[in-house]
């Protein structure tokens, strides 16, 4: 009788560990758009000032128009595909360029002449 509750507890012990790592793993996963939008929002926050509310909202754009392009990549192809991201990458400089100052959108603006 001992035998069997003590295999059940340890039965039971063993499910909930299993289920722990689980779904710490499954939290912890991030889409290559997700972890894209953080670094770029992280880079503009550092090289253009942005503020805390600034950041959000530059951060939701990154991480839809990225999804977005994810989403471009999976459906289209060819010249299609790369007038799409073209077009994404435009709307994205557009809605960015919104949210930030004259004098932010000036030193983007700079840095991109860079690249």
Same mark, same amino acid.
């Given at each position: 009788?001992?035998?069997?509750k003590?295999?059940?507890?340890? &039965?039971?012990?063993?499910?909930?560990v299993l289920c722990t790592i689980? &779904?710490?793993?499954?939290a912890q996963?991030?889409?290559?758009?997700?972890?894209?939008a953080k670094?770029?929002?992280?880079r503009y926050v550092?090289?253009l000032g942005?503020?805390?509310?600034?950041?959000?909202k530059v951060?939701?754009?990154?991480?839809a128009?990225?999804?977005k392009?994810?989403?471009?990549?999976?459906?289209?192809t060819?010249d299609?595909?790369?007038?799409?991201i073209?077009?994404?990458?435009?709307?994205?400089l557009?809605?960015v360029?919104?949210v930030l100052?004259?004098?932010q959108q000036?030193?983007?603006?700079e840095?991109r002449?860079k690249?």
């Open positions: 009788m001992k035998t069997i003590l295999k059940k507890m340890v &039965f039971t012990g063993l499910v909930m689980g &779904f710490t793993a499954q996963e991030k889409t290559y758009a997700d972890k894209w670094n770029e929002t992280d550092q090289d942005l503020t805390e509310e600034q950041a959000g951060h939701k754009i990154l991480l128009t990225a999804k392009a994810e989403e471009i990549k999976e459906t289209k060819g299609t595909q790369k007038k799409a073209w077009q994404n990458n435009k709307e994205r557009k809605m360029n919104e100052t004259p004098e000036q030193k983007l603006k840095s002449k690249k």
